[in-house]
């Protein structure tokens, strides 16, 4: 690279670096979700004295009335985008009217099994808070009601995949939760007991969130894939990618334990365009250079830190049981880490197997693949920070 080209690329990092500061300052007053992210919804279950069962629900009951459904990551990859969009539009009377039509239809989606016979559910209250600043989803609350039946030992939730995933949980003592899962695709809850608490082992749990953490990653983690794309363009070779994936692993394994056990917390309105900020700086870096520098493990490690933050969001609005918090913990974490090993598996696959001794290598694969990823940060930035729709 010579003097001009390097000169104007160190002047393009520095104004790059002091992205996440400015992210910070704008998502620092933004505490909901964004207008276009997918969140389960969060529904608990709690059997009364009197054989009344309550499911009290969070949930963007706009994405569930348009049916997004739990395959898309961003209601945008959606065919029914456009009726989402203009539900996020209405004051809280139209949206009520506008899910009173709609009501037999969602009440189906939500089922309550007790063995082979299913509980019949009505609506028992339903607050919606006023439209608001719509670059914002607005969370909604709804409390669902039914008879236990005669006899019943057991109950199985599950909740239509049209509507999107959704996280079930059963309040213990102290505010904690006794059980907890997410779920996707409508799959069905494990069976709840109606006395008692739900016995699962810490290898169930474990395996369980395995998987949890494995499907953040793949497919619905885009921009952690994009993060651990970009450290694998910078270069094929093996030594510069291993020191910035082990950084980037003991940094997020950090922050994630620290969060989980309530030392370190950041609302996701500050973390998630902070992590935008952290791919949009790798990829602009991958441009400028083809070698490991000395600041890039300890650049890789602060984004970790935020990147840990991101995961731990997750796993709050899931709730760890308290008596498998470790277990689960452990299982998610290797989770996110063989789904991180499928991105770079992949990469190695597509592009240096076969690519990484060529001349080429650098001019066709990095730079361009670099530009795309640049350009798609940056826009999630100005996205998260709430200065577009």
């Given at each position: 690279m010579n003097l001009c080209c390097r000169s104007i690329f160190q002047a393009l990092v520095r104004v790059l670096a002091i992205f996440p500061l400015v992210a910070l300052g704008v998502a620092a007053t933004n505490t909901v979700a964004g207008a276009h992210e997918i969140r389960p919804a969060i529904v608990d279950l709690t059997v009364q004295d009197d054989g009344t069962v309550r499911l009290e629900m969070s949930l963007i009951l706009e994405a569930a009335l348009a049916e997004v459904g739990a395959e898309h990551a961003d209601t945008d990859e959606s065919p029914n985008a456009e009726r989402y969009d203009s539900l996020r539009l209405l004051e809280e009377e139209a949206l009520a009217a506008e899910f009173e039509r709609s009501e037999t239809r969602f009440v189906e989606g939500v089922r309550l099994m007790a063995g082979d016979e299913r509980i019949p559910l009505e609506v028992e209250t339903l607050e919606l808070d006023p439209?608001?600043?719509?670059?914002?989803?607005?969370?909604?609350?709804?409390?669902?009601?039914?008879?236990?039946?005669?006899?019943?030992?057991?109950?199985?939730?599950?909740?239509?995949?049209?509507?999107?995933?959704?996280?079930?949980?059963?309040?213990?003592?102290?505010?904690?939760?006794?059980?907890?899962?997410?779920?996707?695709?409508?799959?069905?809850?494990?069976?709840?007991?109606?006395?008692?608490?739900?016995?699962?082992?810490?290898?169930?749990?474990?395996?369980?969130?395995?998987?949890?953490?494995?499907?953040?990653?793949?497919?619905?983690?885009?921009?952690?894939?994009?993060?651990?794309?970009?450290?694998?363009?910078?270069?094929?070779?093996?030594?510069?990618?291993?020191?910035?994936?082990?950084?980037?692993?003991?940094?997020?394994?950090?922050?994630?334990?620290?969060?989980?056990?309530?030392?370190?917390?950041?609302?996701?309105?500050?973390?998630?365009?902070?992590?935008?900020?952290?791919?949009?700086?790798?990829?602009?870096?991958?441009?400028?250079?083809?070698?490991?520098?000395?600041?890039?493990?300890?650049?890789?490690?602060?984004?970790?830190?935020?990147?840990?933050?991101?995961?731990?969001?997750?796993?709050?609005?899931?709730?760890?049981?308290?008596?498998?918090?470790?277990?689960?913990?452990?299982?998610?974490?290797?989770?996110?880490?063989?789904?991180?090993?499928?991105?770079?598996?992949?990469?190695?696959?597509?592009f240096g197997a076969w690519f990484a001794d060529r001349p080429w290598y650098r001019t066709r694969i990095t730079i361009p693949l670099s530009l795309a990823i640049a350009a798609i940060a940056a826009w999630w930035v100005v996205e998260r920070t709430g200065l577009v729709g």
């Open positions: 439209v608001g600043d719509t670059d914002f989803a607005r969370l909604s609350r709804m409390t669902l009601t039914g008879r236990l039946p005669a006899g019943a030992t057991e109950l199985v939730y599950s909740f239509d995949a049209s509507f999107g995933p959704s996280v079930i949980r059963v309040p213990g003592e102290e505010g904690t939760n006794s059980y907890s899962a997410y779920l996707d695709n409508g799959s069905p809850s494990a069976p709840i007991p109606v006395e008692g608490v739900i016995t699962m082992t810490a290898g169930e749990v474990f395996v369980d969130y395995i998987g949890i953490g494995f499907t953040h990653i793949v497919p619905k983690g885009l921009d952690h894939i994009l993060f651990v794309v970009g450290l694998f363009l910078l270069s094929p070779r093996l030594r510069p990618l291993l020191v910035q994936v082990t950084a980037f692993t003991v940094a997020h394994s950090v922050t994630l334990a620290l969060a989980m056990l309530g030392v370190l917390t950041l609302p996701g309105s500050v973390v998630e365009p902070l992590i935008a900020a952290s791919i949009l700086f790798i990829a602009v870096e991958n441009l400028g250079t083809d070698r490991l520098t000395r600041w890039r493990p300890y650049v890789v490690f602060i984004f970790g830190l935020l990147h840990g933050l991101g995961f731990a969001g997750v796993l709050n609005e899931i709730g760890l049981s308290p008596a498998h918090f470790a277990s689960g913990l452990l299982g998610f974490n290797i989770g996110v880490e063989a789904g991180q090993l499928a991105v770079v598996a992949g990469c190695y696959a597509l």
